[in-house]
């Protein structure tokens, strides 16, 4: 089976930072996509950053410039390193990936089980 754990959520004030890491854990062959999503409370689960294996990277316009994904292939480690903060930056983090299992049948796609970011003073 496969665990992705996320942490480094928590409280912060406004233009503050957080770094949030997702591990992966399991018979994991490979993983392919990896992303972090968000979701307010009464809003969708939006996409936030993304990473493919290759390094390839997308952002959403709201966090252009001020967060940053990166992964630890070695580790089987995803990262989203959160700058300048804001109120609206305030949501449950989730981290998505798509893993190959050794003695798997195919690619499939897994979801932590969040992290909570508050940006309030």
């Known amino acids: 089976q496969v665990q992705l754990v996320e942490s480094g959520g928590g409280l912060v004030q406004p233009g503050g930072s957080l770094r949030l890491s997702c591990a992966a854990s399991g018979s994991i062959r490979s993983i392919g996509y990896m992303g972090w999503y968000r979701q307010a409370p009464g809003k969708q689960r939006d996409l936030v950053a993304d990473?493919?294996?290759?390094?390839?990277?997308s952002y959403a316009d709201s966090v252009k410039g001020r967060f940053t994904i990166s992964r630890d292939n070695a580790k089987n480690t995803m990262y989203l390193q959160m700058n300048t903060l804001k109120p609206e930056d305030t949501a449950v983090y989730y981290c998505n990936a798509q893993i190959l299992l050794y003695g798997g049948t195919g690619w499939y796609n897994h979801w932590g089980q969040g992290t909570q970011v508050t940006v309030s003073s």
């Open positions: 990473s493919d294996s290759a390094g390839s990277t």
